[in-house]
């Protein structure tokens, strides 16, 4: 009977042991998110110096509270930029920068990093800058309707080109249209025959100069006996600068005057060999 008993005994510990391990629960250990959890985007490929640079993307698994970090760095790999922000609840984020400053200085491609967590997940992406335009110069021939003569005004400009220049003989000025791809200036001469500012004693007297309506300074002047040397100063999206005056090309110009004269001479002279006279005689 002993033997039995602890036979018994034994089977019995057995079973609990086995049913034991069965109906234990296992452990769940969380997959940590991988870097494709968090997207970055810029809104341009390519920025200018003076540009806005909007930077956006989203985040899968949002951590309340939590910020992202967003870090600028140049073609050297040198930190020009950082900023936290904040994620919405759906995840998505976005920040303006402007490519402008002592640390927006070199040319090339420049990198986008991102990070978010804890667990800390990271995203990248590029563009390239260009601190820098090159100036553009060109002479541009402006025509006048009335008198039908060209004038020749050279100009320089950085930031954008020019789309035309006219003449406005109600408003005495000279209209330059532009396409304003960033801030910029322009410098033209003009040539005193066609557009001119002067006081009532002759003098030189200061241009009156509006950008899309505003009035503005120029930012430097010169004057010489046949030129008056304008720099002006704009901003990205700026279309048309007028520069009234208090005289413009005359209706009869120096060709037409010349013509009107030849005429004159014409007719004097035809009148002397037929005996016509020009006024009659009483």
């Known amino acids: 009977m002993p033997v039995l008993v602890i036979s018994l005994l034994v089977l019995s510990v057995m079973s609990f042991n086995a049913f034991a391990q069965t109906s234990t629960t296992p452990t769940l250990t969380p997959t940590a998110p991988t870097a494709s959890a968090v997207t970055v985007s810029t809104d341009k490929s390519s920025y200018l110096a003076g540009d806005t640079l909007v930077i956006s993307g989203q985040v899968q698994a949002v951590v309340p509270g939590t910020p992202l970090t967003v870090q600028i760095l140049d073609s050297d790999t040198n930190l020009i930029q950082i900023a936290q922000i904040d994620v919405s609840s759906d995840g998505k984020f976005t920040k303006s920068f402007l490519a402008s400053g002592p640390l927006w200085k070199s040319n090339g491609v420049y990198?986008?990093?991102?990070?978010?967590?804890?667990?800390?997940?990271?995203?990248?992406?590029?563009?390239?800058?260009q601190s820098s335009v090159a100036p553009?110069?060109?002479?541009?021939?402006?025509?006048?309707?009335?008198?039908?003569?060209?004038?020749?005004?050279?100009?320089?400009?950085?930031?954008?080109?020019?789309?035309?220049?006219?003449?406005?003989?109600?408003?005495?000025?000279?209209?330059?249209?532009i396409n304003s791809t960033s801030d910029g200036s322009i410098t033209l001469q003009i040539p005193r025959t066609l557009v001119d500012a002067k006081t009532s004693s002759g003098q030189d007297d200061s241009f009156i100069i509006l950008i899309d309506g505003a009035e503005v300074k120029p930012q430097s002047e010169s004057a010489n006996g046949d030129y008056r040397t304008l720099t002006i100063p704009f901003l990205q999206g700026d279309q048309d600068i007028e520069i009234i005056g208090t005289q413009i090309v005359p209706e009869f110009g120096p060709i037409a005057a010349l013509v009107l004269a030849i005429a004159i001479v014409s007719i004097i002279a035809v009148s002397a060999k037929t005996g016509l006279r020009l006024m009659p005689k009483y």
């Open 111 to 129: 990198t986008v990093k991102v990070q978010y967590g804890p667990p800390n997940v990271t995203a990248q992406t590029t563009f390239t800058f």
């Open 136 to 177: 553009i110069s060109n002479i541009f021939q402006v025509k006048d309707p009335n008198s039908q003569q060209t004038f020749s005004v050279n100009y320089t400009i950085t930031g954008g080109s020019v789309n035309s220049m006219t003449i406005d003989s109600q408003s005495i000025s000279l209209i330059v249209s």
